[in-house]
């Protein structure tokens, strides 16, 4: 197969998930709970992506989870994005330190 092929089937797949919500749902949509209930849609991906890789990227599960730990602690503190993300990074970097030792 050529890879235009490849090219222009993603690109029509892509273009079709964009536009087929455009023409089927043109009246706004009126219910409270589906209108909410699309307002998560984003951030439940984004969890369900990022969470398994947070967990398995690092050498240990420990490592992970110490990240994930300072993470959602920080984040719900209020701490920029910087400020989280470069104290996950520390915390796998300890974590992973201590753990050579032990």
Do not use: D
Not at 27 to 51: G, Q
Not at 55 to 66: D, E, H, K, P, V
Request: hydrophobic content about 60%; proline content about 4%; some cysteine.
């Amino acid at each position: 197969m050529s890879i235009y092929l490849y090219i222009l089937t993603m690109a029509l797949t892509t273009y079709l998930i964009r536009v087929l919500p455009l023409t089927i749902f043109r009246k706004p949509i009126k219910s409270r709970f589906l209108r909410s209930f699309l307002h998560y849609v984003p951030y439940a991906c984004l969890t369900a992506m990022t969470f398994p890789a947070i967990l398995s990227s690092t050498a240990s599960i420990i490592s992970g989870a110490a990240a994930l730990a300072v993470a959602v602690f920080l984040a719900y503190r209020g701490k920029s994005l910087i400020v989280v993300a470069l104290s996950s990074s520390a915390a796998v970097l300890v974590t992973e330190f201590v753990m050579s030792f032990l």
